[in-house]
């Protein structure tokens, strides 16, 4: 566990957010330490000022005491003996007000109490007072201590009249002297220490203001440098309420940063995973719909194929019932003439039944080649050939269709005589022919039907189109006229033939359409295919 808290502070330390949080506090401790060091010192400076104010002050008690052995010297009697010891203590008033001096001077340990030099402010003062000091030791050094060295105290017979009397007027008035230039100089010092006490408290003022704004500085950038956690925290709280339409703003490449844009990133992506949902569910809700429409179809289809499939079967069972009944009753013998009648009957009849056979046929081919078109195994066998030539056979077999029908008129146009060859599968156009010629016969009971036929240099295609001038494409079936089961149960028919026209020319890298005619009378389907370019 130990381990793993070291390496994750490790980790913590080499990370730029906590790179940038360590410099903040080293910053801050620096400030803090530097501070404190400076208001050590100057305390240390008013402390070692206070020291030397006492030295100061010590000098007046000293230069007083130094008074006093003076005035008990001069006031002694003319006993040898007594002046000797009023001497000897001349003589150390004397060494400790000159020790005393000079250590408030140059500085020192003095009775135990640290002592820095006297600051340079003041050193002429000091010199004033040392010119002083050092007159007056003169004065008591040549006229009071070394005359004492050459005098047998036994023979100290002198009278106070062998001491000049101006010599103890100078000496007291230079003492006096020195008393008040000491006070003078305490009372400097003294100001000097106001001041920097005042200097201090400014001083401590100024550093507490700085380190509250130090600190206030610290904690902003802090909070700047934390402030993708609230966004992140915020956005996440915003995503558990299912908003997506948010991301947050990432500068620099710290890993706060980096995992802002990771955040944006996973928002990002789960909004296009909702997106994408959201389509599939569209998707999968049109779908839905789709088959629902196709299942609708299906079920008209159904009932459209049941009808159609029993509108061929019922003439072929009628048919075949009678032809049986005749067999079975035999041939009427009232002479040739009603045997011819009964042999052109049994034709038509016999017709019937090939034509409706054939109408089966053209059923179950249909409904295998949607099988085959839905399931991608439409084959084609492609071969070159004429493509006029097999128009114009198309178009002679169909005139023996209609022969009976003489108010339709059959004809045929084209650009010019030149064959057009392509590569393509000949059975299955035919088959979208014969499907178009037929749509177009049975929608038209008086008119014409046309088939043109031409070559589109430009594109190089060529397009087919069968114009008639029947009842024309109801609106309500143009839209969906190609699509599977595609019929209106009125007008018969399956509904497939369009469709798979549709599935074969597209096969062929072609295009199919239709449209009503502009005036009104009839539609045109029309096919392009592109030319063989070998």
């Known amino acids: 566990m130990l381990k793993y808290d070291s390496a994750n502070a490790f980790r913590l330390i080499r990370s730029k957010i906590g790179l940038k949080i360590g410099v903040l506090v080293v910053i801050h401790i620096i400030f803090i330490v530097t501070s404190f060091s400076i208001l050590s010192y100057y305390e240390s400076q008013i402390t070692y000022l206070g020291n030397s104010i006492n030295i100061a002050g010590k000098n007046r008690f000293l230069t007083s005491n130094l008074m006093l052995h003076m005035s008990e010297y001069f006031l002694a009697d003319s006993s040898g003996i007594s002046k000797v010891s009023h001497v000897s203590k001349i003589n150390s008033a004397i060494e400790q007000l000159d020790s005393n001096i000079l250590a408030l001077r140059q500085g020192g340990k003095v009775q135990d109490v ?26 008591l050094t040549n006229n009071i201590i070394k005359p004492n060295e050459k005098i047998n105290p036994t023979a100290a017979v002198t009278t106070t009249t062998a001491i000049d009397k101006g010599i103890k007027t100078t000496s007291e008035t230079r003492a006096l002297s020195l008393v008040d230039l000491s006070n003078a100089l305490v009372t400097q010092l003294g100001q000097f220490a106001r001041n920097s006490s005042q200097n201090l408290m400014f001083l401590q003022t100024i550093f507490a203001i700085l380190n509250i704004a130090v600190a206030a500085i610290v904690l902003f950038i802090v909070m700047r440098i934390l402030k993708p956690i609230f966004a992140l925290t915020t956005a996440t709280s915003e995503i558990s309420r299912g908003n997506l339409d948010i991301s947050i703003k990432s500068t620099g490449n710290d890993e706060l940063s980096v995992l802002s844009q990771s955040f944006n990133s996973m928002v990002n992506s789960i909004k296009n995973s909702v997106k994408k949902q959201n389509e599939l569910t569209k998707e999968l809700k049109n779908a839905n719909e789709e088959l629902k429409h196709k299942d609708q179809l299906k079920d008209e289809f159904i009932n459209v194929a049941a009808h159609e499939l029993r509108s061929p079967i019922q003439p072929i069972l009628t048919v075949a019932e009678f032809l049986r009944g005749r067999k079975v009753g035999g041939r009427n013998s009232n002479g040739s003439n009603d045997a011819a009648r009964s042999i052109e009957k049994e034709q038509e009849l016999l017709d019937i039944i090939v034509r409706n056979s054939n109408r089966l046929r053209q059923i179950a081919e249909d409904i295998l080649d949607v099988a085959r078109i839905e399931s991608g195994s439409l084959i084609l066998k492609k071969e070159k050939f004429n ?9 002679s077999e169909y005139q023996q269709k209609i022969k009976n029908k003489n108010s339709i008129k059959l004809s045929y146009e084209s650009q010019d005589n030149n064959a057009i060859i392509i590569e393509a599968d000949r059975s299955r156009l035919c088959q979208v022919v014969y499907n178009l010629l037929s749509n177009a ?15 589109k240099d430009n594109d190089n295609n060529t397009v087919i189109s069968i114009k008639d001038t029947g009842i024309g494409i109801h609106p309500e079936m143009l839209p969906k006229l190609f699509t599977k089961f595609a019929t209106k149960s009125q007008t018969g028919g399956t509904g497939l033939g369009l469709f798979i026209s549709k599935s074969i020319i597209e096969k062929h890298n072609g295009r199919i359409w239709a449209e009503n005619n502009p005036d009104g009378k009839g539609a045109t389907f029309a096919f392009s295919l592109p030319l063989d370019n070998k």
Do not use: C, H, R
Request: aromatic share 12%; no cysteine.
């Open 114 to 139: 640290d002592l820095k030099p006297l600051p340079s402010e003041f050193f002429d003062d000091w010199n004033i007072i040392y010119q002083k000091w050092v007159s007056l030791k003169t004065i």
């Open 387 to 395: 493509l006029k030539e097999m128009i114009t056979e198309i178009l």
């Open 441 to 455: 016969i049975k929608f038209t009971d008086d008119g014409s039907i046309t088939v043109v036929v031409e070559s």
